[in-house]
């Protein structure tokens, strides 16, 4: 038996979606696979598929066992990019097919599943500018969908 190398997994719950999710998903992130497909026959909710699978080396797992809940923007997963061309690489990929922009760099793909795209420098400008850096900056995030890297620069800086 394999050693446990995470202890925590997030597990997602799609109608009948699980298997196709992970596909989408493991497509875009570079290193991204499918490690497992299991049915289970016998549960409350008939037959559901279990994938798990891998992104970035995050272990996942999803389900196929009906429409019993679906997502909200209370859970998210936050991709912190090095530079606009991987902001504009996820954004494009996670809205494609049916997904939509939300604002301040959040989007729900075509799943409905809500990701936060940000450039990683995000954090650093928050924590070491000043009060007026900050809440330039924030303003200037606010008023963005897809967050613009060049854009979140010229706030903080006051320009």
């Not at 798990?52 to 991709?79: C, D, R, T």
């Not at 599943?113 to 070491?128: C, T």
């Not at 009060?131 to 800086?157: F, H, N, P, S, Y």
Request: glycine share 10%.
């Amino acid at each position: 038996m394999a050693a446990i190398t995470h202890k925590i997994v997030p597990h997602l719950w799609f109608d009948q979606e699980a298997k196709e999710a992970a596909e989408f998903y493991t497509a875009i992130f570079g290193g991204g696979r499918i490690t497992s497909l299991v049915t289970l026959s016998d549960t409350p909710s008939g037959p559901v598929e279990v994938v798990s699978f891998e992104l970035l080396g995050q272990p996942f797992m999803a389900i196929s066992a009906g429409p019993l809940f679906s997502f909200n923007e209370s859970i998210s997963f936050m991709v912190k990019c090095d530079d606009q061309e991987e902001i504009d690489y996820y954004w494009q990929r996670l809205c494609a097919d049916g997904g939509q922009a939300v604002e301040c760099g959040w989007l729900k793909d075509k799943y409905g599943l809500s990701w936060q795209i940000v450039p990683a420098i995000m954090e650093v400008l928050m924590q070491s500018g000043d009060e007026e850096q900050v809440a330039r900056l924030t303003q200037a995030m606010l008023g963005m969908k897809k967050l613009d890297i060049a854009g979140l620069r010229r706030a903080w800086a006051g320009g």
